[in-house]
């Protein structure tokens, strides 16, 4: 099984209330990803764990948090969301290692009102 | 800065023609080099990828691509497309233990 579930496929929210998006894989994949992809641009990678240690992009560093409970599971939360978060969210896992394949998920597209 | 280029936003071709989506990176050091599709409503999935050897590399479903090291890219080519392969392509590059980067995509239609 090499499936990568998102849930929710869609999410709604509201300028200012928070976000958590979930991400789940049957692999044991020790590596986990997020993304965002918005129209038109590259998917921009936000952060990824490997193991339990979290690697979070500089330019994005205070605007997504994420925990991994455990090695199947992995959140993205946004504190308080902006128009500027409207996007889908796409989740990827992979073994360690630069040459490694990712596997993603359907991901989730995120609108804010 | 580091970046991955794809030109062409977006490309068609008729059934039976050949392809070729362009790719091209800027990054110091060795890359790993990697070409996704996207079919609709799925997630993006692996059709090759390259990291040292033979600098054309065979993938799943005819594609191939070639790496040109003088030229800093990595097109993607499949010799007769055929309607399910209308898709989003996108490039990739990584090195050292960093997680990917991605390119924008090309969105390519193939009419019948």
């Known amino acids: 099984d090499t499936t990568v579930k998102q849930n929710p496929r869609y999410k709604l929210a509201r300028v200012g209330k928070p976000v958590n998006l979930i991400c789940s894989q049957t692999m044991n994949h020790d590596t986990m990803y997020w993304y965002q992809k918005k129209p038109n641009q590259a998917p921009k990678l936000l952060l990824f764990?490997?193991?339990?240690?979290?690697?979070r992009e500089a330019d994005t560093f205070e605007k997504f948090q994420s925990s991994r409970p455990n090695n199947s599971f992995c959140s993205l939360y946004i504190g308080s969301a902006g128009l500027e978060y409207s996007a889908m969210y796409l989740c990827?896992?992979?073994?360690?290692?630069?040459?490694?394949?990712?596997?993603f998920g359907p991901g989730t597209r995120l609108t804010v009102l | 800065a580091q970046s991955v280029t794809q030109p062409d936003a977006r490309v068609t071709v008729s059934e039976g023609a050949s392809l070729q989506l362009r790719c091209k990176y800027s990054y110091s050091g060795t890359p790993y080099l990697f070409w996704y599709v996207q079919y609709p409503r799925q997630g993006l999935q692996l059709l090759l990828k390259y990291y040292s050897g033979d600098p054309v590399v065979q993938g799943v479903n005819g594609f191939e691509a070639e790496f040109i090291k003088s030229n800093s890219s990595f097109h993607l080519r499949k010799a007769s497309v055929h309607w399910s392969d209308s898709a989003v392509y996108f490039c990739a590059v990584s090195y050292n233990n960093n997680a990917p980067r991605f390119g924008a995509g090309t969105k390519l239609s193939v009419k019948p």
């Open positions: 990827a896992s992979s073994s360690w290692g630069a040459y490694a394949e990712q596997f």
């Open positions: 764990y490997y193991d339990k240690i979290l690697n």
